[in-house]
């Protein structure tokens, strides 16, 4: 099971982006997803984070700004991200930890990654 990210795209300072991350198949349970970005040559960041009761984390540059979300029935994740500047262009990636079944009936439990989507902000 892969996640899958969209959302991304090119927008003005100020203005706002919805990114999305689902599970590419079935999944029975997850722990904890978040978001982290990533520049060139820069270490990727942790952004967001919510655990299965809805707990919410954020990195002091992005808090009041980003909004991290589930929709447990569509089993998706959200960020929402306002008010965007030019230093939050970056490569953004969903991270989870996916509890689910494959083919052969295993259990698996597995650090998923999106492939990452690209977040450019205009000034």
Do not use: H
Request: net charge negative; proline share 2%.
């Amino acid at each position: 099971v892969q996640l899958v990210e969209s959302g991304g795209g090119l927008v003005q300072a100020g203005g706002s982006l919805r990114l999305s991350c689902a599970p590419s198949g079935r999944i029975f349970n997850n722990n904890r997803m978040a978001w982290y970005r990533q520049a060139p040559g820069k270490q990727r960041e942790l952004v967001a984070s919510i655990t299965l009761d809805g707990t919410t984390n954020y990195a002091d540059s992005v808090k009041g700004r980003f909004t991290i979300s589930k929709d447990n029935a569509k089993i998706t994740w959200y960020l929402q991200i306002d008010s965007l500047k030019p230093e939050d262009t970056d490569v953004y990636y969903c991270n989870a930890d996916l509890l689910y079944y494959d083919d052969s009936g295993n259990y698996v439990a597995e650090d998923a990654w999106g492939q990452g989507t690209q977040v450019t902000v205009s000034s």
